[in-house]
């Protein structure tokens, strides 16, 4: 379920069997990296909310966490830690983050979350229908990581 007012009347009444949060880490740059960040974004929200479709039920797709990407993720990476103490704090049992900023992946343990990376594909010359089958299938292969994590 996405994290809207109109799905968080579902969310209370099964809250018990809500135990996932995923948030997609987004860049943004409108100068020279316009481009590869418009393309991350694009790329990591489909696959965000291809995701939150699969697992309804059982995880919560937040807004995205954006950042400029000229600031680095040095400089974020706390304000996302404090987002995982509330999660946990919320009785949350598991983060997963979402990113082609492969600059997250050396964060993953300060921040407790599990961090997922997919380089960007560019989606822009793909049709509508190849690009929802291209999708479908990266999240097929994603869906085992989430399975493995829910059953530590």
């Not at 949060?21 to 860049?27: N, S």
């Not at 797709?61 to 995982?84: C, H, I, M, Q």
Request: glycine letters at 2%; proline letters at 4%.
């Amino acid at each position: 379920m996405k994290l809207q007012a109109k799905e968080m009347d579902v969310y209370l009444q099964s809250k018990s069997y809500v135990d996932t949060v995923l948030v997609p880490l987004i860049p943004i740059d409108f100068g020279e990296d316009l481009k590869l960040t418009a393309s991350m974004s694009e790329y990591t929200t489909a696959l965000a909310e291809e995701l939150e479709r699969q697992f309804k039920g059982r995880v919560i797709l937040t807004p995205s966490f954006t950042y400029l990407k000229k600031d680095g993720v040095a400089a974020v990476y706390e304000t996302l830690l404090r987002w995982n103490e509330h999660i946990n704090d919320n009785e949350v049992k598991h983060l997963f983050v979402l990113t082609s900023d492969r600059d997250w992946l050396q964060y993953e343990k300060e921040i407790g979350a599990y961090c997922i990376w997919i380089p960007a594909l560019p989606l822009e010359h793909i049709d509508e229908s190849h690009k929802y089958t291209l999708i479908h299938e990266q999240v097929q292969q994603l869906l085992p990581i989430f399975v493995e994590k829910w059953s530590v």
